[in-house]
């Protein structure tokens, strides 16, 4: 059965960095691209970034410059690089890989800014 699963959130000060991971098990595809999501507390779930294996990528305006999503095609694992934080980053945040096709989710993680 194939799983994603995230690591990584956790309360961090404004201004601060946190890195997401998302590992794909149960699996012997590679991950084709990766894309990222969140969803703060009373607001509908939004993209946030995109990453293809073939190295393009793509961001929503507001993290533009401070986030950066990478794949690690040897672990099968996605990653989110969150920089210079702020407080409206604080949310769930999901990852979305495209594998053979299809896409998975993982369970989110709390990301949480404190000023």
């Known amino acids: 059965q194939v799983q994603l699963v995230e690591s990584g959130g956790g309360l961090v000060q404004a201004g601060g960095s946190l890195r997401l991971s998302c590992a794909a098990s149960g699996t012997t595809f590679s991950m084709n691209a990766v894309a990222w999501y969140r969803q703060a507390q009373g607001q509908q779930r939004e993209w946030i970034a995109t990453r293809l294996i073939a190295g393009a990528s793509n961001y929503q305006d507001s993290v533009k410059g401070r986030f950066t999503a990478s794949i690690d095609n040897a672990l099968n694992t996605g990653y989110l690089q969150m920089d210079n934080l702020k407080l409206e980053d604080t949310a769930v945040y999901y990852c979305?890989?495209?594998?053979?096709?299809?896409?998975?989710w993982g369970q989110g993680i709390q990301v949480t800014v404190s000023s």
């Open positions: 979305k890989a495209v594998m053979r096709g299809r896409d998975y």
